[in-house]
Protein backbone atom coordinates (compact mmCIF):
# COMPACT_ATOMS: atom_id res chain seq x y z
CA UNK A 1 0.00 0.00 0.00
CA UNK A 2 2.88 2.55 0.73
CA UNK A 3 4.08 2.01 -3.02
CA UNK A 4 0.55 1.16 -4.57
CA UNK A 5 1.21 3.27 -7.45
CA UNK A 6 4.53 2.55 -8.35
CA UNK A 7 4.98 0.93 -11.84
CA UNK A 8 8.38 -1.04 -12.61
CA UNK A 9 8.54 -2.97 -15.42
CA UNK A 10 7.53 -6.82 -15.15
CA UNK A 11 10.11 -9.69 -16.71
CA UNK A 12 10.17 -12.84 -18.61
CA UNK A 13 13.16 -14.78 -19.29
CA UNK A 14 14.94 -11.76 -17.47
CA UNK A 15 13.83 -9.35 -20.52
CA UNK A 16 11.62 -6.79 -20.13
CA UNK A 17 7.93 -7.88 -20.94
CA UNK A 18 5.23 -5.19 -19.85
CA UNK A 19 4.59 -2.72 -17.30
CA UNK A 20 2.93 -4.15 -13.73
CA UNK A 21 2.39 -2.47 -10.43
CA UNK A 22 5.20 -2.98 -7.72
CA UNK A 23 2.30 -3.74 -5.57
CA UNK A 24 1.00 -6.42 -7.86
CA UNK A 25 4.60 -7.94 -8.20
CA UNK A 26 4.80 -8.36 -3.85
CA UNK A 27 1.30 -9.45 -4.11
CA UNK A 28 2.75 -12.45 -5.85
CA UNK A 29 5.14 -13.70 -3.12
CA UNK A 30 2.03 -12.90 -0.68
CA UNK A 31 0.25 -15.58 -2.49
CA UNK A 32 3.29 -17.84 -2.61
CA UNK A 33 3.63 -17.43 1.43
CA UNK A 34 -0.22 -17.90 2.14
CA UNK A 35 0.32 -21.10 0.55
CA UNK A 36 2.75 -22.10 2.60
CA UNK A 37 1.41 -21.35 6.04
CA UNK A 38 -1.66 -23.49 4.23
CA UNK A 39 1.52 -26.51 3.85
CA UNK A 40 2.38 -25.63 7.71
CA UNK A 41 -1.34 -26.40 8.84
CA UNK A 42 -1.04 -29.35 7.02
CA UNK A 43 1.89 -30.24 8.66
CA UNK A 44 0.34 -29.17 12.21
CA UNK A 45 -2.26 -31.51 11.04
CA UNK A 46 -0.42 -34.27 10.78
CA UNK A 47 1.44 -34.05 13.77
CA UNK A 48 -1.20 -33.64 15.98
CA UNK A 49 -1.35 -37.21 16.59
CA UNK A 50 -0.84 -38.97 19.39
CA UNK A 51 1.14 -42.21 19.50
CA UNK A 52 0.14 -43.39 23.36
CA UNK A 53 -0.58 -47.13 23.71
CA UNK A 54 1.98 -47.92 20.85
CA UNK A 55 4.50 -49.02 22.91
CA UNK A 56 7.70 -50.33 21.15
CA UNK A 57 5.89 -51.15 17.83
CA UNK A 58 2.81 -53.92 19.16
CA UNK A 59 0.68 -51.66 21.35
CA UNK A 60 0.61 -52.72 25.03
CA UNK A 61 -1.29 -55.33 28.05
CA UNK A 62 -1.68 -52.19 30.53
CA UNK A 63 -5.15 -50.84 30.53
CA UNK A 64 -4.34 -47.85 28.64
CA UNK A 65 -7.44 -45.26 27.01
CA UNK A 66 -5.68 -43.67 24.05
CA UNK A 67 -8.07 -41.53 23.30
CA UNK A 68 -8.84 -40.08 26.78
CA UNK A 69 -5.32 -39.59 27.31
CA UNK A 70 -4.53 -38.15 23.89
CA UNK A 71 -7.04 -35.26 24.92
CA UNK A 72 -5.29 -34.91 27.98
CA UNK A 73 -2.59 -33.69 25.86
CA UNK A 74 -4.07 -31.87 23.78
CA UNK A 75 -4.02 -33.65 20.80
CA UNK A 76 -6.95 -34.40 18.44
CA UNK A 77 -6.41 -37.86 16.78
CA UNK A 78 -4.46 -41.00 18.06
CA UNK A 79 -2.51 -43.13 15.43
CA UNK A 80 -4.81 -46.37 14.42
CA UNK A 81 -1.69 -48.52 13.84
CA UNK A 82 0.89 -49.17 16.40
CA UNK A 83 3.24 -49.91 13.88
CA UNK A 84 2.69 -46.87 12.28
CA UNK A 85 3.22 -44.56 15.07
CA UNK A 86 6.39 -45.70 16.09
CA UNK A 87 7.95 -46.39 12.43
CA UNK A 88 7.21 -43.67 10.02
CA UNK A 89 8.26 -39.82 10.03
CA UNK A 90 6.10 -38.80 7.50
CA UNK A 91 5.16 -35.87 9.39
CA UNK A 92 8.25 -34.10 9.47
CA UNK A 93 9.16 -35.00 6.30
CA UNK A 94 6.40 -32.98 5.53
CA UNK A 95 7.55 -30.02 7.71
CA UNK A 96 10.73 -29.85 6.25
CA UNK A 97 8.89 -30.03 2.48
CA UNK A 98 6.90 -26.99 3.80
CA UNK A 99 10.29 -25.38 4.85
CA UNK A 100 12.19 -25.86 1.87
CA UNK A 101 9.38 -24.36 -0.07
CA UNK A 102 9.11 -21.83 2.03
CA UNK A 103 12.62 -20.80 2.14
CA UNK A 104 12.54 -21.27 -2.10
CA UNK A 105 9.99 -18.63 -2.21
CA UNK A 106 12.21 -16.38 0.15
CA UNK A 107 15.35 -16.93 -1.81
CA UNK A 108 13.55 -16.46 -5.26
CA UNK A 109 12.88 -12.96 -3.90
CA UNK A 110 16.43 -12.79 -2.40
CA UNK A 111 17.47 -12.73 -5.71
CA UNK A 112 15.07 -10.14 -7.03
CA UNK A 113 16.33 -7.99 -4.38
CA UNK A 114 19.57 -8.22 -5.03
CA UNK A 115 19.52 -7.54 -8.88
CA UNK A 116 17.23 -4.80 -8.31
CA UNK A 117 19.43 -2.74 -5.85
CA UNK A 118 22.15 -2.72 -7.80
CA UNK A 119 23.15 0.25 -9.80
CA UNK A 120 22.52 -1.22 -12.97
CA UNK A 121 18.79 -1.64 -11.62
CA UNK A 122 18.17 0.87 -8.92
CA UNK A 123 14.57 -0.39 -8.54
CA UNK A 124 15.15 -0.32 -4.63
CA UNK A 125 17.44 0.52 -1.54
CA UNK A 126 17.51 -1.87 1.51
CA UNK A 127 18.32 -0.25 4.73
CA UNK A 128 21.78 0.01 6.20
CA UNK A 129 20.30 -2.23 8.80
CA UNK A 130 20.07 -4.87 6.67
CA UNK A 131 23.16 -4.43 4.21
CA UNK A 132 27.05 -4.01 4.79
CA UNK A 133 29.80 -2.41 3.46
CA UNK A 134 33.02 -4.35 1.64
CA UNK A 135 35.98 -4.59 3.51
CA UNK A 136 38.13 -2.86 1.29
CA UNK A 137 35.20 -0.79 -0.88
CA UNK A 138 34.14 1.90 0.90
CA UNK A 139 31.49 2.74 -1.58
CA UNK A 140 29.75 -0.70 -1.47
CA UNK A 141 26.50 -1.70 0.12
CA UNK A 142 25.92 -4.94 0.11
CA UNK A 143 22.52 -6.91 0.20
CA UNK A 144 24.41 -9.02 2.77
CA UNK A 145 20.87 -11.04 4.42
CA UNK A 146 19.38 -11.30 0.80
CA UNK A 147 22.38 -13.16 -0.26
CA UNK A 148 22.69 -15.11 3.43
CA UNK A 149 18.89 -16.47 3.17
CA UNK A 150 19.41 -17.52 -0.40
CA UNK A 151 22.28 -19.30 0.71
CA UNK A 152 20.46 -20.95 3.43
CA UNK A 153 18.14 -22.47 1.38
CA UNK A 154 20.35 -25.11 0.48
CA UNK A 155 21.42 -25.95 4.16
CA UNK A 156 17.00 -26.52 4.51
CA UNK A 157 17.02 -28.71 1.58
CA UNK A 158 19.91 -31.04 2.97
CA UNK A 159 17.80 -31.17 6.20
CA UNK A 160 14.76 -32.72 4.10
CA UNK A 161 16.82 -34.92 1.47
CA UNK A 162 19.02 -36.23 4.26
CA UNK A 163 15.87 -37.19 6.18
CA UNK A 164 14.42 -38.70 3.41
CA UNK A 165 17.44 -40.71 2.80
CA UNK A 166 17.33 -42.00 6.10
CA UNK A 167 14.07 -43.42 6.13
CA UNK A 168 14.11 -44.71 2.09
CA UNK A 169 15.08 -48.38 3.26
CA UNK A 170 14.03 -48.94 7.12
CA UNK A 171 12.30 -51.93 7.74
CA UNK A 172 9.31 -51.88 10.08
CA UNK A 173 9.22 -51.02 12.76
CA UNK A 174 11.93 -48.90 15.12
CA UNK A 175 15.45 -48.01 13.99
CA UNK A 176 17.78 -46.63 15.37
CA UNK A 177 18.65 -44.31 12.34
CA UNK A 178 15.83 -42.85 13.51
CA UNK A 179 16.86 -40.49 15.91
CA UNK A 180 18.90 -38.57 12.81
CA UNK A 181 15.45 -36.82 12.03
CA UNK A 182 16.06 -34.37 15.04
CA UNK A 183 18.98 -32.34 14.16
CA UNK A 184 17.51 -31.05 10.72
CA UNK A 185 14.34 -30.20 11.71
CA UNK A 186 15.22 -27.83 14.57
CA UNK A 187 18.16 -26.32 11.84
CA UNK A 188 15.28 -26.17 9.71
CA UNK A 189 12.77 -24.72 12.47
CA UNK A 190 15.95 -21.79 13.37
CA UNK A 191 16.74 -21.01 9.84
CA UNK A 192 13.94 -20.75 8.67
CA UNK A 193 12.51 -18.19 11.64
CA UNK A 194 15.39 -16.42 11.22
CA UNK A 195 14.94 -15.98 7.35
CA UNK A 196 11.24 -15.11 7.68
CA UNK A 197 12.25 -12.54 10.88
CA UNK A 198 14.93 -10.62 8.72
CA UNK A 199 12.47 -10.47 5.72
CA UNK A 200 10.07 -8.57 7.89
CA UNK A 201 11.99 -6.38 9.00
CA UNK A 202 13.46 -5.91 5.94
CA UNK A 203 10.66 -5.32 3.29
CA UNK A 204 9.06 -2.60 5.59
CA UNK A 205 12.24 -0.06 5.97
CA UNK A 206 13.23 -0.91 2.09
CA UNK A 207 13.04 2.05 -0.15
CA UNK A 208 11.33 1.63 -4.07
CA UNK A 209 12.53 4.28 -6.33
CA UNK A 210 9.45 4.34 -8.56
CA UNK A 211 10.40 7.41 -9.94
CA UNK A 212 13.40 5.88 -11.39
CA UNK A 213 11.20 2.29 -12.31
CA UNK A 214 8.80 4.62 -14.24
CA UNK A 215 11.58 6.48 -16.50
CA UNK A 216 12.97 3.23 -17.44
CA UNK A 217 9.46 2.19 -18.95
CA UNK A 218 9.58 5.39 -20.93
CA UNK A 219 12.88 3.61 -22.64
CA UNK A 220 11.87 0.56 -23.65
CA UNK A 221 9.32 -1.54 -25.34
CA UNK A 222 7.15 -2.86 -22.52
CA UNK A 223 3.87 -1.16 -24.30
CA UNK A 224 4.31 -3.61 -27.63
CA UNK A 225 2.22 -5.89 -26.23
CA UNK A 226 -0.71 -3.60 -25.87
CA UNK A 227 0.36 -2.00 -29.28
CA UNK A 228 -0.72 -5.20 -30.67
CA UNK A 229 -3.79 -5.96 -28.55
CA UNK A 230 -4.82 -2.41 -30.32
CA UNK A 231 -4.59 -3.95 -34.04
CA UNK A 232 -6.20 -7.34 -33.05
CA UNK A 233 -9.06 -5.00 -31.43
CA UNK A 234 -9.59 -3.27 -34.90
CA UNK A 235 -9.83 -7.00 -36.18
CA UNK A 236 -6.40 -7.57 -37.72
CA UNK A 237 -5.66 -10.88 -36.89
CA UNK A 238 -3.35 -11.13 -33.66
CA UNK A 239 -0.34 -13.22 -35.61
CA UNK A 240 -0.17 -10.32 -37.96
CA UNK A 241 -0.56 -7.88 -35.41
CA UNK A 242 2.29 -9.14 -33.65
CA UNK A 243 4.56 -9.05 -37.03
CA UNK A 244 3.17 -5.63 -37.45
CA UNK A 245 4.66 -4.34 -34.11
CA UNK A 246 7.79 -6.28 -34.02
CA UNK A 247 8.59 -4.57 -37.25
CA UNK A 248 7.79 -1.50 -35.43
CA UNK A 249 10.47 -2.19 -32.52
CA UNK A 250 12.69 -2.67 -35.63
CA UNK A 251 12.16 0.41 -36.73
CA UNK A 252 12.47 2.18 -33.77
CA UNK A 253 15.60 0.23 -32.68
CA UNK A 254 17.19 1.92 -36.18
CA UNK A 255 15.91 5.38 -35.90
CA UNK A 256 16.72 5.55 -32.15
CA UNK A 257 12.87 5.76 -30.95
CA UNK A 258 10.42 4.17 -28.73
CA UNK A 259 6.73 3.29 -29.78
CA UNK A 260 5.12 6.38 -28.11
CA UNK A 261 8.28 8.77 -30.02
CA UNK A 262 6.66 7.50 -33.45
CA UNK A 263 4.32 10.09 -35.52
CA UNK A 264 1.39 9.14 -36.68
CA UNK A 265 2.66 9.34 -40.23
CA UNK A 266 4.92 6.49 -39.21
CA UNK A 267 2.30 4.45 -37.87
CA UNK A 268 0.11 4.72 -40.51
CA UNK A 269 2.98 3.64 -42.36
CA UNK A 270 2.69 0.38 -40.38
CA UNK A 271 -0.58 -0.26 -40.86
CA UNK A 272 -3.84 1.77 -41.66
CA UNK A 273 -5.58 0.79 -38.64
CA UNK A 274 -3.45 2.93 -36.66
CA UNK A 275 -5.28 6.10 -35.13
CA UNK A 276 -4.55 8.82 -32.95
CA UNK A 277 -5.59 6.89 -30.55
CA UNK A 278 -3.00 4.81 -29.83
CA UNK A 279 -0.82 6.87 -28.00
CA UNK A 280 -3.28 6.34 -25.55
CA UNK A 281 -3.26 3.25 -25.63
CA UNK A 282 0.72 3.03 -25.65
CA UNK A 283 0.58 5.11 -22.24
CA UNK A 284 2.33 3.04 -19.25
CA UNK A 285 -0.24 3.89 -16.62
CA UNK A 286 -2.99 2.56 -19.01
CA UNK A 287 -0.99 -0.37 -20.24
CA UNK A 288 -1.22 -1.27 -16.75
CA UNK A 289 -5.20 0.12 -16.12
CA UNK A 290 -6.30 -2.01 -18.91
CA UNK A 291 -5.35 -5.30 -17.32
CA UNK A 292 -7.95 -5.25 -14.87
CA UNK A 293 -8.52 -9.33 -15.72
CA UNK A 294 -8.91 -11.59 -12.38
CA UNK A 295 -5.54 -11.32 -11.51
CA UNK A 296 -4.53 -9.17 -13.16
CA UNK A 297 -2.35 -6.09 -12.00
CA UNK A 298 -4.92 -3.36 -13.27
CA UNK A 299 -5.76 -1.04 -10.10
CA UNK A 300 -8.84 -2.60 -9.04
CA UNK A 301 -7.67 -6.33 -9.14
CA UNK A 302 -4.67 -5.02 -7.05
CA UNK A 303 -7.06 -3.99 -5.00
CA UNK A 304 -9.36 -7.24 -4.85
CA UNK A 305 -6.27 -8.87 -4.11
CA UNK A 306 -4.99 -6.72 -1.38
CA UNK A 307 -8.54 -7.16 0.33
CA UNK A 308 -8.08 -11.04 0.17
CA UNK A 309 -4.82 -10.42 1.42
CA UNK A 310 -5.60 -8.64 4.55
CA UNK A 311 -8.55 -11.12 5.11
CA UNK A 312 -6.00 -14.11 5.01
CA UNK A 313 -3.28 -12.83 7.02
CA UNK A 314 -5.83 -12.34 9.60
CA UNK A 315 -7.42 -16.12 9.43
CA UNK A 316 -3.47 -16.93 9.56
CA UNK A 317 -3.39 -14.56 12.98
CA UNK A 318 -6.36 -16.18 14.24
CA UNK A 319 -4.74 -19.67 13.28
CA UNK A 320 -1.61 -19.46 15.34
CA UNK A 321 -3.42 -17.77 18.37
CA UNK A 322 -4.89 -21.43 18.66
CA UNK A 323 -2.19 -22.96 17.99
CA UNK A 324 -0.61 -20.96 20.94
CA UNK A 325 -3.13 -21.71 22.85
CA UNK A 326 -3.22 -25.26 22.51
CA UNK A 327 0.50 -25.71 23.32
CA UNK A 328 0.62 -23.62 26.24
CA UNK A 329 -0.18 -26.25 28.66
CA UNK A 330 3.96 -27.30 27.37
CA UNK A 331 5.05 -24.16 29.21
Not at 287 to 316: D, F, I, L
Request: net charge negative; proline share 3%; aromatic share 10%.
Amino acid sequence: EKYKDVILPGYTHMQRAQPVLFAHHMLCYFAMLERDFKRLEECYDMADMSPIGACALAGTTYPTNPLEEAEDLHFSKVYGNSLDAVSDRDYLLQFLSFASICAMHLSRLSEEFIYWSTSEFHFIELDDGYSTGSSIMPQKKNPDMCELIRGKTGRVYGSLIGLLTVMKGLPLAYDKDMQEDKEGVFDAIDTLYFALDIYAGMISTMTVNGKHTREVLEHDFSNATDMADYLAKKGLPFRQAHAVVGGAVHYCIEHHKVLHDLTMEEFKSMSPLFEEDILEALKIENCVKNRESYGGTGPKSVECQKAHGKEAVAAMKEKAAQWKESMAFLG
